[in-house]
């Protein structure tokens, strides 16, 4: 699993002209699943995720998690994260989870979330989304297992 974190102001999903999702001061987070995971990187994931550092303390060190400054988060299915690009023109999706495993550990990803007291925004899975932010920093990060 990927997922491909953003330090955001501000960030909201809209679909079909409705917002699906939406938050302050927090995380945007973009999680791809690969077809080779087995979903048991999703607790780990899940953890680092919550308590990565990377808000500011009084210092202007990245020593705070989003736990740590009350921040929330927009949590967004993105199956482009597996993208290959290595070949052509054309990217190819192979490595990309099918819809239904990815659906299925999407939605074990926001239930692990949740007990972490957490209860992520959300897009739609498998929607066309419009995604908007105001990114901070900017601060953007990937973190897979």
């Given at each position: 699993?990927?997922?491909?974190?953003?330090?955001?102001?501000?960030?909201?999903?809209?679909?079909?002209?409705?917002?699906?999702?939406?938050?302050?001061?927090?995380?945007?987070?973009?999680?791809?699943?690969?077809?080779?995971?087995?979903?048991?990187?999703?607790?780990?994931?899940?953890?680092?995720?919550?308590?990565?550092?990377?808000?500011?303390?009084?210092?202007?060190?990245?020593?705070?998690?989003?736990?740590?400054?009350?921040?929330?988060?927009?949590?967004?299915?993105?199956?482009?994260?597996?993208?290959?690009?290595?070949?052509?023109?054309?990217?190819?999706?192979?490595?990309?989870?099918?819809?239904?495993?990815?659906?299925?550990?999407?939605?074990?990803?926001?239930?692990?979330l949740k007990k972490l007291d957490f209860a992520p925004?959300?897009?739609?899975?498998?929607?066309?989304?419009?995604?908007?932010?105001?990114?901070?920093?900017?601060?953007?990060?990937?973190?897979?297992?």
């Amino acid at each position: 699993m990927r997922l491909l974190i953003q330090r955001v102001k501000s960030a909201s999903v809209e679909v079909d002209g409705k917002i699906t999702g939406e938050i302050g001061k927090g995380l945007l987070v973009f999680l791809g699943v690969k077809d080779s995971d087995d979903g048991s990187e999703i607790p780990w994931l899940a953890r680092k995720l919550v308590g990565l550092r990377i808000f500011e303390d009084e210092n202007d060190k990245m020593n705070l998690s989003v736990e740590d400054v009350q921040g929330e988060i927009l949590l967004v299915s993105q199956f482009t994260l597996y993208a290959d690009c290595s070949k052509g023109r054309r990217p190819g999706f192979s490595d990309a989870a099918p819809p239904q495993k990815a659906l299925e550990f999407y939605e074990r990803f926001i239930s692990e979330l949740k007990k972490l007291d957490f209860a992520p925004q959300t897009g739609i899975f498998q929607a066309k989304m419009q995604v908007s932010l105001q990114n901070d920093g900017p601060v953007t990060m990937i973190v897979e297992k």
